[in-house]
T-cell receptor
Framework: AQKITQTQPGMFVQEKEAVTLDCTYD???????LFWYKQPSSGEMIFLIY??????QNATEGRYSLNFQKARKSANLVISASQLGDSAMYFC??????????????FGKGITLSVRP | DGGITQSPKYLFRKEGQNVTLSCEQN?????MYWYRQDPGQGLRLIYY???????QKGDIAEGYSVSREKKESFPLTVTSAQKNPTAFYLC???????????FGPGTRLTVT
């Protein structure tokens, strides 16, 4: 089974509107971390936001917020007030606690977001 | 400026040749990672290293090799045994634990 599932087709949003990018995950670990990265056409991966499995509050970073629903195993990214520069691929990723401090990151297949002027 | 550098940005090789991709970081991070990305796909882990002189295979290590002789450097060699080497390769580093990984700009390798 896939550990990270991103099934939305290409997403479109009007500039200045909010958009939600979906992510569901699968793990039997109690301790894990969830990440969202942005990949513009240049190819670099830009870290956006992090949510720990024990965090009671949803994470927020500027215009980005993470809608964390632990029982449903979902970690959706909400981008408010979309900007043209938000057009990119967005990846959800999970880190499960393994032996040692530096456990691996598992990525979803990504979602393409296009912001319309 | 602190960061991760990968060179070159574009690399072209003939089939049957080994090629080494460079990754250097000056963030003083213990952990370093190599990922492969194919068009329209997510990232797949090739190798990772938690500490100098130690590294582990990721999900798709066959046909690749790495070394970690210095904390700052984690070069990846794509060998002739790798059946489909053409891809975008991303290097990352992390201070450890649940903290985020920081990525380099990537190297696009084309093998013909």
């Amino acid at each position: 089974a896939q550990k990270i599932t991103q099934t939305q087709p290409g997403m479109f949003v009007q500039e200045k509107e909010a958009v939600t990018l979906d992510c569901t995950y699968d793990t039997s670990d109690q301790s894990y971390g969830l990440f969202w990265y942005k990949q513009p056409s240049s190819g670099e991966m830009i870290f956006l936001i992090y949510q720990g499995s024990y965090d009671e509050q949803n994470a927020t970073e500027g215009r980005y917020s993470l809608n964390f629903q632990k029982a449903r195993k979902s970690a959706n990214l909400v981008i408010s007030a979309s900007q043209l520069g938000d057009s990119a691929m967005y990846f959800c990723a999970m880190r499960e606690l393994e032996t040692g401090a530096n456990s691996k990151l598992t990525f979803g297949k990504g979602i393409t977001l296009s912001v319309r002027p | 400026d602190g960061g991760i550098t990968q060179s070159p940005k574009y690399l072209f090789r003939k089939e049957g040749q080994n090629v080494t991709l460079s990754c250097e970081q000056n963030l003083n991070h213990d952990a370093m990672y190599w990922y492969r990305q194919d068009p329209g796909q997510g990232l797949r882990l090739i190798y990772y290293s938690q500490i100098v002189n130690d590294f582990q295979k990721g999900d798709i290590a066959e046909g690749y090799s790495v070394s970690r002789e210095k904390k700052e450097s984690f070069p990846l060699t794509v060998t002739s045994a790798q059946k489909n080497p053409t891809a975008f390769y991303l290097c990352a580093s992390s201070p450890g634990g649940f903290l985020e990984q920081y990525f380099g700009p990537g190297t696009r390798l084309t093998v013909t």
